[in-house]
């Protein structure tokens, strides 16, 4: 089925990739009745084969159950496998620790969403003309990442749709969707554990693949150690709900996290 011409139905274009924010905002959408293009940049992360693997795992299990994704993949590898930034050099290392310390800067990827977003906004502005129809872009991105990366701010955000509003036409058929940006991940959690209830999903599955980590193993287990698995631990934490992914301790033992609301 073309996810063009087709009037009937809330149209989204979303950049997913294959993380728990953005595989979130997914399950959202389709909840909320839309229509979804997914979007993915293998942008050259170190994470990105398992990132893939795991978003082509999720969107053929919501094709199973009827629900109306369409999926592509982009390969921005070539110009922002370039970049500077632990993610996509491969001589610099991605360090442990939380994201307010001073050194998960070198996590940044430059202009990353800048990209992803003016790439999306084409897609979604050529559908809206095409079809006559209103189209949201969406991004996953939440105020846990606001203190590190700058583009994941309110104010990038604004300014961006701004510039894209200034120069193209007919903008105002395109909107910006962030339903997490004033949000943490653990509201995240709890947000996709509400959404699988209503589609009939099961949020384990959903949740499994789906990859946080920066520095998973060969076989795909997350470290447990990096920013990023130590933002998704303590998301797990608030919503009192147990995270499926595996995780590698230190010692090479193998567990899972179990969310303690306490």
Known sequence: MNPENDTNRKYAV????????????LIRLLAEGYKVQIINFDYGSHQNMVEEQRLDNVVQYLREHDLPVFYENFDLSDIMGRFYSSLTDSGLETPNGNYADENMKITVVPNRNAIFASLIYGIALSVAKRNNVDVKIAMGVHNGDHTIYPDCTPEFFDQLYKAFAAGNWDAE?????????NGDKGDIVIDCHKNCEQLGLDFDYIMSNTLTCYK??????SCGQCGSCTERIEAFTKAGVK???KYVEPEGEVHGTEGNPD
């Not at 058929?173 to 940006?181: E, F, H, I, N, R």
């Not at 998973?216 to 287990?221: E, F, M, Q, R, Y």
Request: glycine residues 10%; proline residues 10%; hydrophobic residues 30%.
């Open 14 to 25: 979303l950049s997913c990739s294959g993380g728990m924010d953005s595989t979130s905002l």
């Open 243 to 245: 995270d499926p992914v």
């Open 216 to 221: 998973p193993t060969a076989d795909g287990k």
């Open 173 to 181: 058929k395109v909107q910006l969707y962030l339903p997490y940006l």
